[in-house]
């Protein structure tokens, strides 16, 4: 059947962004095994479905919501004692661009608020529309652009060592 195929087809980006949802390999399978009960159970609405990437995504969006409103997530406190390391550089035998920046850029997106989180992965990672990102969510595309514009900024500023960026008089932080 092909829409079964096309349903398989979204699973490893289904699992990439579950994971960024949930931090944790097996709560995020967990999230995708019930994406994709939710999406065959109603394999009877998949002929109205014409863009299966944005109906899985929806389903996945609302099943998180609903754990996170309903408590059921599991959170692991953060040890205040662990420092975070520094960027690698050629001087300490690293890359500019080796694993540390990359737990950087980890540490950054983590410290977003969820809603910019979901929006930047969405659009900087699964190449979706605004308009598709703000179906998604059920919120204005502008609420989408400015989730999006914050949450780059403020990973900017993680990334360049947590310097503030310049604000014009009367800007809204």
Do not use: C, K
Not at 76 to 90: K, M, N, R, S
Not at 135 to 161: A, N
């Amino acid at each position: 059947m092909s829409d079964e195929n096309d349903l398989l087809s979204w699973v490893p980006r289904l699992r990439r962004y579950a994971r960024v949802l949930r931090h944790d390999a097996d709560e995020a399978d967990d999230l995708v095994q019930d994406t994709l009960e939710r999406a065959w159970s109603r394999a009877g609405l998949w002929q109205g479905v014409t863009d299966m990437r944005s109906w899985l995504f929806s389903i996945m969006h609302n099943l998180h919501v609903d754990a996170l409103r309903r408590g059921r997530l599991m959170t692991v406190p953060l040890d205040d004692d662990e420092a975070a390391p520094g960027p690698a550089t050629p001087a300490t035998g690293g890359s500019p661009f080796g694993l540390l920046v990359v737990r950087d850029l980890q540490t950054g997106l983590d410290a977003l608020p969820p809603e910019q989180r979901e929006v930047l992965l969405l659009v900087a990672l699964e190449g979706m529309s605004y308009a598709e990102v703000a179906l998604l969510q059920g919120v204005p595309i502008g609420t989408v652009m400015s989730r999006l514009s914050r949450g780059r900024e403020r990973l900017r500023q993680h990334m360049e060592g947590g310097r503030p960026a310049a604000s014009s008089p009367g800007a809204r932080n």
